[in-house]
């Protein structure tokens, strides 16, 4: 992931700065990003955050219906 902006990217659930480098993060970080539309409570709004592994992997273990895993050869 690179931030053309260069600013320090902190995880939205437990505010610990991931650690970054000329722009790159070092290490990996789930991004979300969401644009509601009508009938929400939250129309044309839009929200994004990130989250650190350790939080991500502590989140998806709470979910009643497991998350799809798929396996990939290489990284883009």
Same mark, same amino acid.
């Given at each position: 992931?690179?931030?053309?902006?260069?600013?320090?990217?902190?995880?939205?659930?437990?505010?610990?700065?991931?650690?970054?480098?000329?722009? /790159?993060?070092?290490?990996?970080?789930?991004?979300?990003?969401?644009?509601?539309?009508?009938? &929400?409570?939250?129309? /044309?709004? &839009?929200?994004?955050?990130? /989250?650190?592994?350790?939080?991500?992997?502590?989140?998806?273990?709470?979910?009643?219906?497991?998350?799809?895993?798929?396996?990939?050869?290489?990284?883009?």
């Amino acid at each position: 992931m690179e931030r053309e902006d260069n600013q320090e990217v902190y995880c939205n659930a437990c505010g610990r700065k991931l650690k970054k480098k000329n722009g /790159l993060l070092l290490e990996d970080a789930f991004e979300a990003r969401k644009d509601w539309g009508y009938f &929400s409570n939250k129309d /044309l709004e &839009s929200h994004q955050f990130t /989250l650190c592994e350790a939080c991500y992997d502590q989140i998806i273990e709470n979910f009643k219906i497991p998350i799809t895993k798929k396996n990939t050869r290489e990284a883009l």
